[in-house]
């Protein structure tokens, strides 16, 4: 599952700008016949044997980009009753992910086995098969000596793309020809900016592939909700722990989120929202102890509702969204060792993708473990905070010379050799089954959606599943904010009795980190 570094061939998944104001540049566009035009005999069963003619009318033709599959391999029966088109050139740049032993690579392999099932039928590939929701899937095919020849929208479009051997071209020209060939709208699925400027610049109407992106507001407000109670329903929920509530006053808000119930400016309290419509107290201790290292104290409302939801046994997965210095890492770490210390888990399992920040610096040396360190080393510098001994206030022993010089132990080395604490990269999780175990992965916005459901369906019954990230700092040039997996898991998720999410906005590393988050 390690990300590699994308070829100059492959096109960045990324998130769709708005389409800009282009009246004031002229720019030659194709131009889209009104009617189709009425071929000969020869060249209409050309255009057919080419896929360029949909089975039937009416319903849209959606050519998918070859990010699209790479990104979601799944989406073949996603687009309803509509007409999918695939163009060949598609098929050729898979073919050069399908050896990868990566997430696209399987994704890749995946395509190649599904497109193989839907065509195993023995009709056309380029006449068009059905699909599972009412549509049909063709392959169509950009031949230049033929298509070139009789096309004059096709000529316009390669005197402004005149490089025939681009594979973003040969795409662009069968859209063309599509358009050209068919009434009903013909759009390109791509999730490739330059891409969709290309196509918008010669009249293509283009989209990207949104089935698996949340709300922008989902990922930009990270505050609290707030719910309007009165004085005396405060005062209740104050002394009973719990507040019913009718579902008018609580529509919106799904199960296990975290509220603030409100009576006034001044009268607030915490609460979640439970099964049959009630609001429950936060149950958390006044501190998370780790048997001979540093306790930890929440600092604000967010690091409350983490905790809470980390101890609590009924939820088996927990979301988290914070930026930088907000201690979601942290927290969760040392909920973990809290939890695995009360021996409620076998232990603790803290992971992380492996994808770096700006350039790599190649090959490192050593084991895999010497490899893998420094990516891991943010989850070493959370446990050594947490379960390093407090320093005694008694007199100082003399240290003995032979030990001069030699690395001491860290506390939490007994426990790795033992297995009880596990840092491990996430490129080695595909196939395992994880019972009994406090998980956390950590950076989790790095992961694709189809790399998040892998950790998801490896958890068994008994453990515990933390994901926290921010959407804000995404590296892996295959998501975005919008679509990530820790988003996705998230949205996809919520409202199940088993999750509960948390974003906490308040940063606690220090003012620098804070002012650097919220102003850089």
Known sequence: MIQTTPPEQTRPITEALPESDTSAVETPKVKKTNKVKTPNSGRKSRIQEFGLQAPSGGAKNFVLDTNVLLHDPGC?????????CIPVDVLAELDKFKGEQSERGANARQVHRKLTEMFSSGEGVTRGVPTDGGGTIRLVIYDPDFCEK???????????????????????????????????????????????????????????????????????????????????????????????????????????????????????????????????????????????GHH????????????????????????????????????????????????????LTVSRPVVSMGDQLGFLPGSLDDKMKPWLQPIYDALDLLMQPTTSQGPRRKKKKENVGEAAPKPYDELIERGVIEIEALCYIRGRSIPNRFFILDEAQQLTPQEAKTVVTRMSRGSKLVLVGDPAQIDNPYVDSRSNGLVFTRNRLKG?????????????????????????
């Open 76 to 84: 073949l029966n996603r687009f309803k009753e509509n007409h999918l």
């Open 150 to 292: 009789n096309s004059e929208e096709l000529g316009q479009f390669l005197r402004v793309f005149p490089d025939r051997e681009r594979v973003d071209h040969r795409i662009l020209a069968a859209t063309v020809l599509l358009m050209e060939h068919n009434d009903a709208p013909v759009v390109l699925v791509t999730k490739d900016l330059n891409m969709q400027l290309k196509a918008r610049a010669v009249g293509i109407e283009c989209q990207d592939y949104l089935n698996d992106k949340v709300d922008p507001e989902e990922v930009s407000n990270y505050d609290m909700r707030s719910v309007d109670v009165d004085a005396a329903e405060l005062q209740r929920f104050a002394s009973s722990g719990e507040l019913e509530m009718e579902h008018e006053r609580r529509k919106d808000i799904v199960l296990n989120q975290y509220v603030l119930l409100k009576a006034g400016e001044k009268q607030t309290m915490p609460a979640r929202l439970g099964g049959n419509g009630t609001f429950v107290r936060l149950q958390i201790p006044e501190v998370l102890r780790i048997p001979d």
């Open 296 to 347: 930890l104290k929440p600092l604000n409302l967010g690091q409350k509702c983490l905790i809470d939801a980390l101890l609590n046994p009924d939820i088996s997965l927990v979301t988290c969204y914070g930026q930088a210095g907000t201690g979601k890492t942290l927290v969760a770490v040392a909920a973990g060792l809290h939890e695995m210390f009360n021996r409620r888990y076998n232990g």
């Open 496 to 520: 199940q009795a088993f999750t509960a999410h948390v974003s906490l906005s308040r940063g606690e590393r220090s003012p620098l980190a804070e002012d650097g988050a919220q102003l850089m």
